[in-house]
């Protein structure tokens, strides 16, 4: 994402800090679970990590950007072969985890007595081995839990990258956020919204228009032929399908999907 909104560094020779070129940033490559105490300790200024380490640790930092990727979800798994019967199913059984607090707090929020087992990693296969009853860990398509004969009963939170501060960076510092924020922005905005050329008939005009409203409107350009005009305008990566049929339906011809590179809003 750093490189896409033109922020470049070299990580040759296996570094782990890099000078970004034509940016004034230098970047910390560090274990997830240390970032959010690197930047509550000052030092470093800003740091990208997962919502789950962030609640995980609790340091108090301020999130100023969530940035769509590494999108997953903490949940609690059970053996497959298991009856679940609600959350009482986890009332005085040991539940291995690598997120214990995240874990206590749900547990308690729900006032369930459980036994919390931590370990640093394969939770997965705690209850197989019989070191634990459950588990609760990160879940994305949840081939891994399928994997071990494990079943998903109770989702405790999503997850995804984003961008974290200590909230009390100078003026200046402040300022070269906001700009690279800017950039990350523009990314984004370009990476889930597609430009649609298409040609459509004069008396659907009014409906076409209705379907793909734009940024603010769509561009109507005449074609040579007479009753004819070409139309350009953005649409959401998520609605395509469903736009481009009603389109179709709607008389558009010579459809064009083009991928944008950036898009300033």
Known sequence: MLKEAGIKFNLGNGRLVASATKFPMEVLFLRDDDIPQTVADGVADIGIVGQNELLEKGFDLTTEKELG???CRLSLAIPKEQEYTGLSWFENKKIAT???????????EKKINAEIHEIAGSVEIAPGIGLADAI????????TLVANHLKEVEKVMDSEA???SSGDLSPEKRAILDQMIFRINAVMASNSNKYILLNAPNEN??????ILPGMKSPTVL??????WSSVHSVIKE??????IGQLKENGAQGILIIPIEKMIL
């Open 205 to 210: 005009l009014e409906k076409i228009i209705e």
């Open 162 to 164: 984003v961008l974290v």
């Open 136 to 143: 609760f860990d990160i879940v994305s398509s949840g081939s």
């Open 98 to 108: 690598s997120y214990p607090e995240i874990l206590k707090k749900f547990f308690a």
């Open 69 to 71: 990727f590494s999108r």
């Open 222 to 227: 005449p074609l040579a032929q007479e009753g």
């Open 238 to 243: 998520d609605h395509f399908w469903d736009v």
